[in-house]
T-cell receptor
């Protein structure tokens, strides 16, 4: 059974640019969540989607957005990148009867 | 891979000894808890979970203890091995919130 797949693994962007990250959940999982991980702040919740609907959103500026497609794949977008957006972005999926999240390997975003 | 956290508390144990990693959770209404292991350059890996109606749950070489009175969670690893070296996070969930709150993490170092 394939795990959670995140692409790309690494990204380098310039301040002011925008970026889109992709996440393919485990087959059959309909909930997808996104987290930002930094050494200073740890793992911070960004948003969660289920059946193309955002059910919860963390305390991040509006520059951070996401969406989910009918096949449960999800994307997150960060516009007008800032140096502080450099982080590991993690996606996790779960099935309705299994609370436990399964994480992908993440996308390492570096903003220069 | 990059360090998950630069200033994490560190627990150093001798190979073969037992390890105990502690976590204080934040929300008395949280009803589901997970321990994750994160190795350098990888996403968090699910280790074991426990629901709030339980005090203890055992897995293979791991045991999780939950003390709701003081909002404390611990992870015990028996016969610690070099492959156990990683950062360990606890995560709490309050059902219906569709998100997890993660602890700051503990770095486990296994000494040969």
């Amino acid at each position: 059974k394939a795990g959670v797949t995140q692409t790309p693994r690494y990204l380098i962007k310039t301040r002011g640019q925008q970026v889109t990250l992709s996440c393919s959940p485990i087959s059959g999982h309909r909930s997808v969540s996104w987290y930002q991980q930094t050494p200073g702040q740890g793992l911070q919740f960004l948003f969660e989607y289920f059946s193309e609907t955002q059910r919860n959103k963390g305390n991040f500026p509006g520059r951070f957005s996401g969406r989910q497609f009918s096949n449960s794949r999800s994307e997150m977008n960060v516009s007008t990148l800032e140096l502080g957006d450099s982080a590991l972005y993690l996606c996790a999926s779960s099935s309705p009867d299994n609370y436990g999240y399964t994480f992908g390997s993440g996308t390492r975003l570096t903003v220069v | 891979g990059e360090s998950v956290g630069l200033h994490l508390p560190t627990l150093s144990v001798q190979e073969g000894d037992n390890s105990i990693i502690n976590c204080a959770y934040s929300n008395s209404a949280s009803d589901y808890f997970i321990w994750y292991k994160q190795e350098s350059g990888k996403g968090p890996q699910f280790i074991i979970d426990i629901r709030s109606n339980m005090d203890k749950r055992q897995g293979q070489r791991v045991t999780v203890l939950l003390n709701k009175t003081v909002k404390h969670l611990s992870l015990q690893i028996a016969a610690t091995q070099p492959g156990d070296s990683a950062v360990y996070f606890c995560a709490e969930n309050h059902s219906g919130t569709y998100k997890y709150i993660f602890g700051t993490g503990t770095r486990l170092k296994v000494l040969a």
